[in-house]
Nanobody, 119 residues
Framework: QVQLVETGGGLVQAGGSLRLSCAAS????????MGWYRQAPGKQRELVAR???????NYADSVKGRFTISRDNAENTVYLQMNSLKPEDTAVYYC?????????????WGQGTQVTVSS
């Protein structure tokens, strides 16, 4: 079993910053990639940012230049630094981990953390 524990959501004014953290624990094996997705009310879940095991990153166009994803391999933790937040960034943010364990790839999700940006 693998657990993903997210922290760092909350309420912030437009233009402000938040930092999300996601720590993976359990039978992790090796991490292929970790990332953050978000889902706003009435919308589909979308990729926000992802980082691979060798540090390659990709971002949604809507957050490029404002959000930065990083990871601490030793702690199996991924971070999302969110700057210049906009009301349209309001959503539940979910951590995702794609792991390699016992010869297979496994996909895990965190419980989600609410980010609310007020105008």
């Amino acid at each position: 079993q693998v657990q993903l524990v997210e922290t760092g959501g909350g309420l912030v004014q437009a233009g402000g910053s938040l930092r999300l953290s996601c720590a993976a624990s359990g039978s992790i094996g090796s991490i292929n990639h970790m990332g953050w997705y978000r889902q706003a009310p009435g919308k589909q879940r979308e990729l926000v940012a992802r980082i691979t095991s060798d540090g390659n990153t990709n971002y949604a166009d809507s957050v490029k230049g404002r959000f930065t994803i990083s990871r601490d391999n030793a702690e199996n933790t991924v971070y999302l630094q969110m700057n210049s937040l906009k009301p349209e960034d309001t959503a539940v943010y979910y951590c995702n981990a794609n792991l390699r364990y016992s010869g297979a790839n496994w996909n895990y999700w965190g419980q989600g953390t609410q980010v609310t940006v007020s105008s």
